[in-house]
T-cell receptor, first 112, second 113 residues
Framework: GQNIDQPTEMTATEGAIVQINCTYQ??????LFWYQQHAGEAPTFLSY????GLEEKGRFSSFLSRSKGYSYLLLKELQMKDSASYLC?????????????FGRGTSLIVHP | DAGVIQSPRHEVTEMGQEVTLRCKPI?????LFWYRQTMMRGLELLIY????????DSGMPEDRFSAKMPNASFSTLKIQPSEPRDSAVYFC???????????FGPGTRLTVL
C-alpha cells in the first residue's frame, strides 16, 4: 500500500516563508503532485515533480528527493489568501497503470 | 472550456434511497477519477477510468457503489441503497492521462439522513 505523511496543521505570518513537508512510501513511484484546496472548494493543481530537485513557479516552489521519499512545498511572501489545505499526492503503479494517492493534507493558517 | 461539470451540487436524501451523481469531464481528457472527501478520511480515490474503461475500482467501498462511463463525455456514480455514512463531498476529476495533473469539478455535497 501507499503511505503518505504530512503535518496536519501549520500557522504562519503574512509576508513570511513556510515549508510544508511530505514523506511517502510507495511502490512504482511516478511523480509527486501538490494541490491547493480552499475551504468549501475543489483542489487545484499547484506543481508536479518527477525528477529530483527544485521546481519554482512564482511564489511557490516544490522540491523532490526520490531516494529519501521526501518532498516539500515552499510558499514565499505569504498572503492571507494562501490560507488553505495543501495536499501532497504521489503517483504510483496500480492495475497496470499509474494513479495518484492523496495525503490527508496540511491546513495552513496565515495570520496578519 | 467550462471545466469539469458535476451535478447536482447538493443532494439531501433519506437512508435507503438511490443516489446518482453525474460528471462531464473536460473535452479531450482521457482519464476520469471519482473521489470521496470526508474530514475523517481525507480525499479517497473510489474509481478511475481510462478511455472510458474502469482501470482501478479498488477504492469502491462495497457493492452499494457502482460507476459507469458510457462515453468520453459522461460518467455516473450511483449509490444504492444510500446510508448515513455515505455523507461526504464527492469530486470528479479529469486529466489528459493518469499521470497528468487533474482538474477537479466543484463537487457534490451529499447528505444522507
Amino acid at each position: 500500500g501507499q503511505n503518505i505523511d504530512q503535518p496536519t496543521e501549520m500557522t504562519a505570518t503574512e509576508g513570511a516563508i513556510v515549508q510544508i513537508n511530505c514523506t511517502y512510501q510507495t511502490s512504482g513511484f511516478n511523480g509527486l503532485f501538490w494541490y491547493q484546496q480552499h475551504a468549501g472548494e475543489a483542489p487545484t493543481f499547484l506543481s508536479y515533480n518527477v525528477l529530483d530537485g527544485l521546481e519554482e513557479k512564482g511564489r511557490f516552489s516544490s522540491f523532490l528527493s526520490r531516494s529519501k521519499g521526501y518532498s516539500y512545498l515552499l510558499l514565499k511572501e505569504l498572503q492571507m489568501k494562501d490560507s488553505a489545505s495543501y495536499l501532497c499526492a504521489v503517483g504510483h503503479a496500480s492495475g497496470g497503470s499509474y494513479i495518484p494517492t492523496f495525503g490527508r493534507g496540511t491546513s495552513l493558517i496565515v495570520h496578519p | 472550456d467550462a471545466g469539469v461539470i458535476q451535478s447536482p451540487r447538493h443532494e439531501v436524501t433519506e437512508m435507503g434511497q438511490e443516489v446518482t451523481l453525474r460528471c462531464k469531464p473536460i473535452s479531450g481528457h482521457n482519464s476520469l477519477f471519482w473521489y470521496r472527501q470526508t474530514m475523517m478520511r481525507g480525499l479517497e480515490l473510489l474509481i478511475y477510468f481510462n478511455n472510458n474503461v474502469p482501470i482501478d475500482d479498488s477504492g469502491m467501498p462495497e457493492d452499494r457503489f457502482s460507476a459507469k462511463m458510457p462515453n468520453a463525455s459522461f460518467s455516473t456514480l450511483k449509490i444504492q441503497p444510500s446510508e448515513p455514512r455515505d455523507s461526504a463531498v464527492y469530486f470528479c476529476a479529469s486529466s489528459l492521462g493518469p499521470t497528468e495533473k487533474q482538474f477537479f469539478g466543484p463537487g457534490t455535497r451529499l447528505t444522507v439522513l
